[in-house]
């Protein structure tokens, strides 16, 4: 039953997202604007249930609607909207703040700290996620394209099941045993060569290659790779340090939001600072 429950769930999630994706820039804004609130929800509600913070869920994930929408509508609005958009974050970044001189609680440097970590770690991310699909240098499309995002997903997973697979299969010498004790470094291998072959038969499809060769796709892929293993590392320290197993359970035999999308937070930072510097710097 458990796997049953896991393979539906996991089939609902990567048709939803992959929809909202490829269907246009308004609705994988919208998706990743809920995803962003529900996963800066779950953080904020586990550390103030195990640390006993009373950071607001409410203000800090309000602060991130504009926040992603500034970052992820660049070239989809005017500069009249992008400026009324840095507006209202920073008002709502100065209510945060403000918040705590009326809350009388005894920890309002962590409640700061917690709403602070929750906007760098999970809504610059999403807000960049949109932002990619307007890369024009590396796709050749003007304007709003599915390519890079999609792409990215789908190193993420193919690392997943390659990492998973060698690991189970080869898995001797631990990767990082003191915060996650299962992973092997013959899995992340074995995640890496699978992300690298799938960015190559992507970069032989003529509508998705764009304007990187088969070394630039395969770049971004060990991109993905490393610094998603990194994002799931990091994710599990925090549950590590907060003594819980899954970050919440909105998704039935996946855990939470950050469960889920936990090799995307530093996956995406990454890719977007590897994509700057190929097509801009150079």
Not at 109 to 133: D, E, G, K, M, Q
Not at 270 to 277: G, M, R
Request: hydrophobic share 50%; glycine share 8%; proline share 3%.
């Amino acid at each position: 039953m458990e796997l049953v429950k896991r393979t539906i769930t996991g089939v609902l999630f990567v048709a939803v997202l992959v929809c909202c994706i490829t269907y246009g820039p308004y609705s994988a804004l919208t998706l990743f604007e809920v995803i962003t609130i529900l996963s800066i929800s779950e953080l904020i509600g586990l550390v103030n249930r195990y640390r006993n913070t009373t950071a607001s869920k409410g203000w800090t994930a309000s602060a991130t609607v504009p926040l992603v929408a500034l970052v992820g509508t660049q070239g989809m609005v005017t500069v009249w909207y992008q400026g009324l958009f840095l507006i209202l974050f920073l008002l709502l970044v100065m209510v945060i703040f403000i918040r705590e001189l009326y809350m009388k609680k005894e920890s309002p440097v962590l409640n700061l700290a917690v709403s602070s970590l929750a906007i760098v770690y999970i809504a610059i991310p999403f807000a960049l996620l949109t932002r990619l699909a307007f890369l024009t240098d590396a796709t050749g499309v003007e304007g709003y394209s599915f390519i890079i995002p999609l792409a990215l997903f789908v190193f993420i997973w193919c690392n997943d099941v390659g990492a998973y697979c060698f690991g189970c299969t080869l898995g001797k010498h631990r990767l990082f045993e003191r915060v996650s004790p299962k992973k092997s470094w013959e899995g992340f291998f074995g995640g890496c060569f699978t992300s690298a072959l799938a960015a190559y038969v992507v970069s032989r499809i003529p509508s998705m290659a764009g304007n990187m060769s088969s070394l630039l796709w395969i770049g971004m892929a060990l991109t993905v790779s490393v610094f998603g293993t990194w994002g799931d590392l990091v994710e599990s320290l925090i549950k590590r340090e907060l003594g819980v197993k899954d970050s919440g359970n909105i998704l039935p035999g996946h855990g939470g939001m950050l469960d889920r999308f936990d090799s995307t937070l530093m996956a995406v930072p990454a890719v977007a600072a590897y994509l700057y510097l190929l097509f801009v710097v150079f």
